[in-house]
């Protein structure tokens, strides 16, 4: 038995590296995979970097690596399996399809493979089914369910402190004084250069699709653990600088800050560098010797145990449906500025830039400025779910689909109970950014209005048959009620003069 342990699968000391500990292991590098999408060079890196790095360590461990470079999968497959006839073990893909998929590329080269659970996660999916079989998903649910069953953030059978979240601590602006710790950084040594070197190479011709209009030209360092070592430091730094103000600055942004207290730690999860319990484990220690507030600790416990667990179930039961879900009916193309950042709104212009300079920008950006203006705006959910997978370094299909296409721009209405629309009083309220936009934030219609202003009405208006029974949306569609003719007409009129603005790269 050979195991075969695909790029964000490096897990040594769990999965079924470590259960098998006299066999092989088989990394194959596919560059024609990394042509699928105008990947920002940094997730290029990232994957191919930590795959190199973790042949390296398991070899200095002393157990045989057969590391395959290959245009394909199934050329790195066939050409490995000629010459060492075996029997592959991996860990299993996230849906069906992919399964098969796999099975079929493995049988196609010559062998078989055996699949076995993906321990990046702490929730089986014969867990979540028979947690799921009473219906409709509600994440809240969800997440009262893991407490319960790993224990975390119990009292018996009480949640620590008497609730089960802190949102209402969690939703502060820093004072202006506030500036979070920087982020960590990495001796990165030959490995990263070497592959950076690489990719910018391999990849400079660009992608198998149709020409996006954009491309990642000069972005920072690289400055993402590709390491078991450096992802250790990287919760270290999180959970000893960070951590504490995680929870109320959460949902905040600053012009100035691009990570804000964020953990950093999602790349490292993703490939399986760090796993889920670690890490819920740290924090709550941290709680535990009065490091860190309840309300910080409990917000971060539920992005792991909670949200990253929930949604890699709902992908792995709504697929394939949920990846082309489009219940607004929404049609617009993708406006070009999401790939060069080259718009006058100060939120977009500045949240786009950090993508294009380092592959991420953190949660509550990526939900109330790109997702939002995709959802108003009316952006098909498939284009937004291709660029955040093609942008952002901790992006895998699995993540961005449920995150993108259904909470972003509420496209299945799976789990999601309403679309997350806002307009610019939302981001006036969490951010600093209109100060110095040239937009109004306060104006709707005329020139220079906000565009997400308009935008957001309109998209209640066009959206109204869908959306207004939905005792949830009760409160907007007041303030819709409010409106007359005379005001709808300049709402209408200023919504299509920004999507001209928009198509037109003038926005
Ligand atoms: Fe963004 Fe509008 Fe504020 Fe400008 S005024 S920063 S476009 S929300």
Redesign the pocket.
């Known amino acids: 038995m050979t195991v075969w342990l695909r790029g964000d699968h490096l897990l040594r000391h769990r999965g079924p590296l470590s259960r098998r500990p006299d066999e092989p292991l088989l990394l194959v590098e596919a560059e024609s995979f990394a042509r699928k999408l105008p990947y920002h060079p940094h997730k290029l890196t990232l994957v191919f970097a930590a795959m190199r790095e973790f042949r390296d360590a398991v070899r200095e461990s002393g157990r045989t690596v057969h590391y395959r470079r290959a245009e394909t999968f199934a050329d790195g497959l066939a050409a490995h399996l000629d010459e060492h006839p075996d029997d592959l073990v991996t860990t299993e893909p996230q849906t069906d399809a992919a399964r098969e998929r796999l099975r079929s590329l493995v049988a196609d080269a010559g062998g078989t493979v055996q699949f076995v659970p993906d321990e990046r996660f702490l929730c089986s999916p014969d867990r979540f089914d028979a947690w799921a079989s009473g219906g409709r998903y509600r994440h809240e649910d969800f997440y009262r369910f893991m407490r319960r069953e790993t224990g975390y953030l119990m009292d018996g059978s009480d949640p620590v402190g008497g609730e089960w979240n802190y949102d209402d601590r969690n939703r502060e602006t820093p004072p202006e004084e506030w500036t979070p710790a920087d982020p960590p950084t990495f001796d990165h040594g030959e490995t990263v250069t070497e592959t950076a070197e690489w990719v910018a190479e391999t990849y400079a011709g660009g992608y198998d699709g149709p020409p996006y209009g954009g491309d990642w030209a000069d972005p920072e360092p690289f400055r993402w653990p590709v390491t078991r070592r450096q992802a250790v430091r990287a919760l270290d730094h999180f959970v000893t600088y960070r951590l504490a103000d995680f929870g109320p600055y959460q949902d905040a942004m600053r012009d100035e800050a691009w990570a804000m207290s964020h953990s950093l730690l999602s790349t490292s999860l993703n490939l399986g560098l760090l796993g889920p319990e670690e890490v819920i484990e740290r924090a709550i220690g941290a709680y535990e010797t009065g490091d860190a507030p309840l309300n910080s600790v409990e917000g971060f416990v539920r992005q792991v145990l909670g949200w990253r667990e929930f949604l890699r179930h709902v992908y792995r039961r709504e697929m394939p449906e949920l990846a082309g879900a489009n219940q607004l009916d929404a049609q617009e193309a993708l406006p070009e500025f999401y790939w060069t950042g080259d718009t006058d709104?100060?939120?977009?212009s500045d949240v786009v830039e950090g993508v294009r300079k380092r592959g991420y920008s953190h949660h509550i950006e990526r939900l109330m400025l790109l997702a939002n203006f995709g959802l108003v705006y009316g952006v098909e959910p498939e284009r937004l779910n291709r660029w955040f997978h093609a942008a952002y370094v901790d992006a895998f299909h699995w993540v961005t689909t449920p995150n993108v296409v259904e909470m972003g721009l509420y496209g299945a209405g799976v789990f999601a109970t309403k679309p997350y629309a806002a307009s610019?009083n939302y981001?006036?309220k969490m951010?600093d950014?209109?100060s110095g936009?040239p937009?109004?934030?306060t104006k709707t219609t005329g020139e220079g209005a906000?565009?997400?202003n308009a935008l957001y009405w309109e998209f209640l208006d066009r959206n109204e048959d869908e959306l207004r029974s939905n005792h949830r949306m009760g409160l907007m569609y007041s303030h819709v009620d409010n409106k007359g003719e005379e005001e709808w007409a300049g709402i209408r009129e200023r919504a299509d003069e920004i999507r001209t603005m928009a198509r037109e790269g003038e926005l």
């Open positions: 709104m100060a939120c977009l610019a981001v006036d951010s950014y209109c936009c937009y109004y934030k906000c565009p997400f």
